[in-house]
């Protein structure tokens, strides 16, 4: 159980594995003297013991801010490849109009052919 704790800290955690919602816990100055103000992701049934999340509230949100970065970056790529390929089906459907154009052509010639050999 301890390592599926360690492996879902990542991010800005939703809920503690224990079952306790999260709280954002701001520690005063009295309290936490040596990083004074420090905020944490921290289970409401917090306890050392290594089952329940107390998370620096910084790399939360810096994970977060990496992974929605990530996903900014994949949307970038998939809007890339959808204007790559609506060009590419402007393109084919000039291909196609030009193609049908040609077998229209050739069905008009194939018409007028047989008329002159069957009459």
């Excluded at 990083?35 to 910084?58: I, M, S």
């Excluded at 810096?62 to 970056?73: A, C, G, I, S, Y």
């Excluded at 790559?84 to 008009?108: A, F, G, P, S």
Aim: net charge negative; with cysteine.
């Amino acid at each position: 159980m301890l390592g599926f704790v360690a492996d879902s800290e990542y991010g800005i955690p939703i809920r503690c594995p224990c079952g306790g919602r999260l709280i954002n816990e701001v520690r005063g100055k009295e309290d936490y003297d040596t990083l004074p103000g420090k905020r944490f992701f921290t289970c409401k049934n917090y306890e050392a013991d290594g089952f329940h999340y107390r998370q620096p509230w910084v790399i939360g949100v810096q994970e977060e801010l990496e992974r929605l970065t990530k996903r900014v970056e994949e949307a970038e790529q998939v809007m890339m490849g959808v204007s790559n390929l609506t060009k590419q089906i402007e393109t084919l459907e000039e291909q196609v109009k030009i193609l049908n154009e040609q077998v229209y052509d050739l069905t008009v010639q194939v018409d007028t052919l047989e008329k002159v050999c069957f009459d």
